[in-house]
Each structure stands twice: as C-alpha cells, then as structure tokens.
C-alpha cells in the first residue's frame, strides 16, 4: 500500500513538474518560433503554432546589418568586463570575510546587503557625476565598472559562506607543503569553491548582457550601444516587424541558455567535491 502511494505520489511530482517546464520554457519556444516566420504568417489572421512556411529572413536581417553586429559586440564586452572586475574584486573580498576575523565585519555585511536594495535609477545621477570628472563617460569599461559596483557585493555576500564552510584542515595541509597564502588561495580556496565562483560568474555575466540602464546612461555614443538598447529600430510608423524581434530576442537570449547549459552542473555541484571533509 505505501509503494502504491509513493508511485502515485512520485507520478503526481512528475506531472506537475512537466507542467511547470512547459509553462516557463512556452515563452520560448513562441519566441523562437516566431522569428522563423515569414512576415504573412507572422502577421497573418489566423494563429499558427508552428512555422507552416520555414524562413531564415528575420535572422539574415539581423545577421547582415552592422549595427546589430556592433552591438553585439558590445553586449559582450560589457558582459566580460562585468565578470572580470566581480571576480578580480569580489572573490578575494568574500575570502578575506570568510576565512579572517575582520573588525567592522557585521557592518560590512549589512552595508552589502543594503546596497543590493537600492535601484539603478538612484544611483546613475551619482555615479554619471563621477565617470564625467574623471573623464570614463563614452569608454567601453564605464558600464561594467557600474554594474559591477552592485555585482560585488552580492559576490561577497553569496561566497563569504563558501569559504567559511571549508574544512580548515585544506589551510593545514597547504601550509605543511609549504604554500604561501596567495598560492593557498589559488591552488587550494578557489578550486575548493568553484561551485560558487561559477555562480557568480554565471551570475555576473548576465547582468553586463542584460544591461540597458547603465549602458544608455555613459555611453553617449550609438557605436557603444548594446544589443538591449537597439531592438526598438523594428518598430516604426508602418508598423513592427515582429519576426525580426523575435529573431533579435532569440540571439539576445542564446548566449544565456547555453551558459547555463553548459555550467548547470557545477552551479548544482558539491562545495567541496573530492576535497578532504571534517
């Protein structure tokens, strides 16, 4: 009787669970298969489900057009740049709060937290006057050092347990094979917690690509826009292309479906796999 149920009770997880996938990962396929429409169908009276007429017209008008190539280009340098400064400043940070008895620690932290509350439009007056006295407006870094400015902390908050949570016996042994602590922190802390550096990675790299606030702010040029600030140019007096929206919105999210694709399993991974545990 108890294996009936728990098999009904493991079918009833299961359907409930499809249903879920299918509700947040619908938007998506209308998305995708939107963009390999042609413009009768997209814009057609009667509701298509699937592309009856398969084109890759939207794609190869965005893929041709060199505005859309600089912008991707700099959707990807604000990405990389966000992730880089997050990490070189953040990770070091998180393991200085983690490992050390720091003074002020508990105000550090709810300084972090704090700051993680306050919105973007609050901060770009401030932060505009800054980049303009030191002369970073219109730089291709400007944007990621400002979206990196709210990323650190979170980075901070987000691995300070990590580190902590590291048995102290990988601090011994690196000392008794004589590591220094910049080698013990390289060789032994960071891949201890790469579960959660990925993260932040994983993490970092979304907020340079999705930016649009920061970006439309300090880059005062139109070459240095991103992709998110350019999908508006299918909208016009005659009307709106969606097919090519959507074809712009399918390669805006592609980078983010493969990242976390690719880096699921180590985000979902031990904190310590393989590492000697107390």
Avoid at 248 to 257: K, S
Wanted: aromatic share 14%; hydrophobic share 50%; net charge positive.
């Amino acid at each position: 009787m108890d294996t009936l149920m728990s098999r009904k009770k493991r079918i009833l997880c299961s359907v409930i669970a499809v249903l879920i996938a299918f509700l947040f990962l619908f938007p998506i396929y209308w998305l995708v298969q939107l963009s390999f429409k042609p413009d009768m169908e997209a814009f057609g009276r009667v509701l298509t489900y699937y592309p009856h007429t398969f084109t890759f017209a939207p794609w190869m008008e965005n893929l041709d057009d060199p505005v859309f190539m600089t912008s991707l280009r700099n959707s990807f340098i604000n990405a990389f740049l966000t992730m880089s400064i997050t990490l070189v400043l953040g990770v070091p940070a998180a393991y200085g709060m983690g490992r050390y008895k720091v003074r002020g620690s508990r105000l550090f932290l709810l300084t972090f937290l704090i700051s993680q509350m306050l919105p973007a439009s609050l901060t770009l007056t401030p932060l505009y006057l800054i980049f303009n006295g030191v002369g970073l407006l219109g730089k291709h870094v400007t944007s990621p050092i400002a979206i990196a400015a709210s990323a650190i902390p979170f980075a901070i908050v987000t691995l300070r347990p990590f580190f902590r949570s590291v048995p102290v016996t990988l601090d011994e042994a690196a000392r008794l094979d004589g590591c220094g602590p910049l080698r013990a922190f390289f060789s032994v802390m960071v891949p201890a917690v790469k579960t959660g550096i990925i993260t932040i990675v994983v993490i970092s790299f979304l907020n340079g690509w999705n930016d649009l606030v920061y970006s439309m702010t300090f880059n005062v040029g139109a070459d240095m826009r991103p992709l998110t600030a350019n999908i508006y140019k299918f909208q016009s007096a005659y009307g709106t292309k969606w097919n090519c929206i959507m074809a712009y919105g399918t390669i805006l999210v592609l980078p983010v479906v493969i990242l976390f694709i690719f880096m699921q399993k180590y985000i979902v991974g031990g904190l310590t796999a393989g590492a000697v545990k107390e």
